[in-house]
Nanobody, 123 residues
Framework: VQLQASGGGLVQAGGSLRLSCAAS????????MAWFRQPLGKEREFVAA????????YYADFVKGRFTISRDNAKNSVYLQMNSLKPEDTAVYYC?????????????????WGQGTQVTVSS
């Protein structure tokens, strides 16, 4: 499956951005979807994940209450609404897809990756 992330940009601290990730696969609903991020010079880290169906969502502690992951299986898309952004949220954000059932918090658990979109939060 091919993933195309978009929606990054430059925003002031306290602002909001909405990232989108469009998938080419018609069986998009078969995939667990997640967002990871990679700050410059640091390792890629888990941000949020959403299973194939159902209301459950999962977040890294540092984004709980600020970020919301959602998906629209009819549009083959997953989203990340980011509110109350902080300078430490500055990173390249990647969407990822996992074909197996069950959530994973490690990047190795995901089979497909988008190209990344840069989010820069100024202080």
């Amino acid at each position: 499956v091919q993933l195309q992330a978009s929606g990054g940009g430059l925003v002031q601290a306290g602002g909001s951005l909405r990232l989108s990730c469009a998938a080419s696969e018609r069986t998009f609903s078969d995939y667990v979807m997640a967002w990871f991020r990679q700050p410059l010079g640091k390792e890629r880290e888990f941000v949020a994940a959403i299973p194939q169906t159902g209301p459950s969502t999962y977040y890294a502690d540092f984004v709980k209450g600020r970020f919301t992951i959602s998906r629209d299986n009819a549009k083959n898309s997953v989203y990340l609404q980011m509110n109350s952004l902080k300078p430490e949220d500055t990173a390249v954000y990647y969407c990822a897809a996992r074909s197996a059932y069950g959530l994973r918090w490690d990047a190795a658990g995901y089979d497909y990756w988008g190209q990344g979109t840069q989010v820069t939060v100024s202080s």
